[in-house]
């Protein structure tokens, strides 16, 4: 009877024994455990690539003929700028791995490189959709705003980083929709109350708000070089020359928010080159009288040149004349000729 029971006691050691394989850290299970957090791991970094690799760019005519195709309407005035708007709004949010601004979750709340592009393309957006609903649409000031691009534009500046309740996609999409009744109304003869007039003034105006971004970006660019500027805050005013020190303070762009800024500006160009060519045929009459379209397409291919493929895995920070590249000053470089050439091209249509 007791060699019985040993028997038994050693067949139950032995089972515990093996459960204890599988309880244990070494065990089956922590193998499991591990192969499964290595293989999610090689999830997220695969879509992390994929999912950072900027938009491809697109014909902005083409983009506007095959959206009047599917609206059964005719291209007319207004209908270029507004596709282009439409799709770069909607490229923020169908582009792989859809909009990053908001994650909570990995890979995208891990990644900053798309998300400082979103924001730098949807600041474009907001800008186009305000002049639209400003001045666009409207003949004069004491004109009546379209109803639908009244609702479309304070959709846009919704908090691009709301992850729920209501999520920023929601928000996006509602402006998007209001944007293509707007256009569809734009392109259909018996609703005149839908119009857009391209004017030598309201392409100014818009021209304005463009000229101010780039250059604020070209300055926050520049400043990954750091200098200590001087204080031109009172400048004109002679009982200021006194009181007012001649030196500012080092305004140097901190390492870590150095891609962040390049970033920001490769995505607020790439949704400008295809506002300014989707202008370059709405306004092309306006461009003609003034001649003024060579300036403009100067500004394009100038802006161009910020999209150039990167084939350096990092965003190099080099000093002055340093071995080392720069390649903030050298987006810097490209959009202050850009940004010369637009504050040309608004004297251009001031004329005359």
Do not use: C
Request: charged share 20%.
């Amino acid at each position: 009877m007791d060699s019985g029971q040993g028997t038994v006691t050693d067949v139950e050691k032995g089972r515990l024994r093996a459960l204890g394989k599988t309880l244990v850290p070494g065990g089956r299970l922590a193998s499991a455990v591990a192969a499964v957090v290595a293989a999610l791991a090689v999830i997220d970094i695969v879509l992390a690539l994929l999912w950072s690799n900027e938009p491809d760019a697109f014909d902005v005519q083409q983009n506007a003929a095959g959206y009047a195709s599917d609206l059964g309407r005719p291209v007319v005035v207004g209908s270029t700028t507004t596709a282009a708007l439409i799709r770069v709004a909607e490229t923020l949010l169908e582009k792989p791995g859809g909009y990053l601004g908001n994650d909570v979750l990995p890979p995208g709340v891990l990644l900053d490189n798309m998300p400082n592009w979103e924001f730098g393309a949807l600041v474009q957006v907001r800008d186009l959709a305000k002049a639209m609903r400003e001045t666009l649409s409207r003949s004069q000031s004491q004109s009546k705003e379209d109803p639908d691009l009244v609702v479309a534009e304070p959709q846009f500046n919704f908090d691009s980083e709301s992850w729920i309740l209501p999520a920023t996609e929601s928000e996006y999409t509602a402006g998007i929709a209001r944007l293509r009744a707007y256009a569809r109304r734009l392109a259909d003869g018996d609703s005149p109350e839908a119009q857009f007039y391209a004017r030598a003034d309201n392409l100014r105006y818009w021209l304005g708000t463009a000229q101010s971004r780039l250059g604020s970006l070209s300055q926050r660019l520049s400043a990954s070089v750091g200098k200590a500027p001087l204080n031109t805050a009172l400048a004109g005013d002679p009982a200021a020359r006194q009181s007012t020190p001649a030196h500012g303070f080092e305004s140097k762009t901190p390492w870590y928010e150095i891609d962040d800024v390049f970033y920001e500006a490769r995505g607020s160009t790439w949704a400008l080159i295809h506002f300014l060519k989707a202008v370059e045929i709405d306004f092309a009459d306006v461009l003609a009288r003034k001649n003024a379209a060579v300036s403009l397409r100067q500004i394009i291919r100038e802006l161009e040149g910020t999209q150039e493929p990167m084939w350096s895995p990092v965003i190099l920070n080099g000093s002055g004349f340093g071995p080392l590249a720069n390649h903030s000053l050298v987006m810097a470089s490209y959009i202050s000729r850009a940004n010369a050439g637009v504050i040309d091209l608004r004297e251009l249509l001031a004329q005359g």
